[in-house]
């Protein structure tokens, strides 16, 4: 017993015991290996007599694969990484990886993060809203690691990323809020140093300069509740306060909407909010935010073919993909006279 405790059990025990060979034992946990019923059956039967669990990490030192996706974002506190989070795991438990988190400090320099990342033997990394140094583009690119931005975006050549249409979203924002009657317009920005929030507020003012408007009032949010609102605060607490305001998240943009409420005013009639990013919590009908859609689903898909196709071959060039979306419009903005269609139960305007 003693004995049985300190040794741990191998494949060649569960082998032994099933009357199969070791290759057996190894096809048998290996996902989209063949391997007979009967056979899988014995295996299967010993492993659970023994208590066997196979060593993935003795194997990933045979397959120079760890089968490991490393994953770096900010914080937990947006519903939007939640929702990616689990979508990236699901995509790729498919293809028999898993997924290992990293979260680093929102709007902190990722270095740090990113030297233990490496230390872990992932076989690629997919950083969500996290910037990337030159410095670590080259040493990821010299050691043949796949990585891929999700939701931000590098001037490299190097990294391959997967954006939103943050420039068309935002500019179609803009239009709709023109259409509807609006002329005292302002932008709450993300974190200065977050490439979505840059070319979003960039597409928004450049739209509302075309048509002759006012340039937009800006305060910043840094994506986070409490500091949106004390920004909508200050918006609202003006001689000449907004009458629409374009929120560089979901998340400001609800943060925006819980000030309007405790100020007094009626969403969609007094002031519209207008978010980006369509995450659960802005279908909620106490809520019931107008948003462009990032698609998660289908920002997902494309980074996990991007990687599983430098996994396959590591002279892969690196891509940047763009994924479009729509403006839903819901309670907290005001309803334009033409362009809204029904889609799968929400209103979206298609002008």
């Known amino acids: 017993m003693n004995e049985a405790i300190r040794r741990p059990v191998t494949a060649h025990d569960v082998a032994k015991l099933a009357g199969v060979s070791q290759s057996a034992v190894s096809r048998t946990f290996t996902k989209g290996a063949s391997v007979a019923p009967q056979t899988k059956e014995k295996v299967l039967e010993a492993a659970a007599a023994l208590g066997y669990r196979p060593n993935f990490v003795a194997r990933s030192l045979i397959t120079r694969r760890s089968n490991l996706i490393g994953v770096v974002v900010p914080s937990m506190a947006n519903p939007f990484y939640s929702e990616v989070l689990e979508s990236l795991s699901k995509a790729f438990e498919s293809s028999g990886h898993r997924v290992l988190l990293f979260s680093t400090a929102a709007h902190a320099d990722s270095d740090p993060i990113l030297e233990e990342v490496l230390r872990h033997r992932v076989d690629a990394l997919i950083m969500v809203s ?200 819901r309670r907290s903005s005001r309803l334009p006279e033409t362009g809204l269609v029904t889609q799968e139960d929400e209103q979206v305007w298609r002008p």
Not at 145 to 163: E, I
Not at 254 to 274: H, Q, Y
């Open 130 to 329: 996290a910037s990337l140094s030159s410095h670590f583009a080259e040493e990821c690119k010299q050691t043949g690691l796949p990585v891929v931005l999700l939701n931000r975006k590098v001037d490299s050549d190097m990294v391959s990323s997967v954006t939103s249409d943050n420039f068309g979203g935002s500019a179609k924002v803009a239009d709709y809020l023109i259409e509807t009657n609006h002329s005292r317009l302002a932008f709450i920005a993300g974190s200065e140093a977050s490439s979505t929030s840059r070319d979003r507020e960039h597409s928004f003012c450049a739209r509302i300069a075309e048509n002759g408007l006012p340039e937009p009032l800006r305060e910043v949010g840094n994506f986070c509740f409490v500091e949106a609102m004390k920004a909508t605060r200050r918006l609202l607490a003006l001689d000449s306060p907004p009458d629409g305001i374009f929120c560089a998240n979901d998340l400001t943009a609800i943060a925006a909407l819980n000030v309007v409420v405790e100020s007094g005013l009626v969403p969609g009639k007094d002031i519209s909010i207008v978010g980006f990013d369509n995450i659960a919590m802005s279908k909620w009908p106490a809520i019931s935010l107008t948003t462009f859609v990032q698609p998660v689903q289908q920002l997902v898909q494309k980074a996990v073919d991007i990687v599983s196709a430098q996994l396959e071959d590591s002279t892969v060039q690196a891509v940047q993909e763009v994924v479009g979306g729509e403006l839903i419009i």
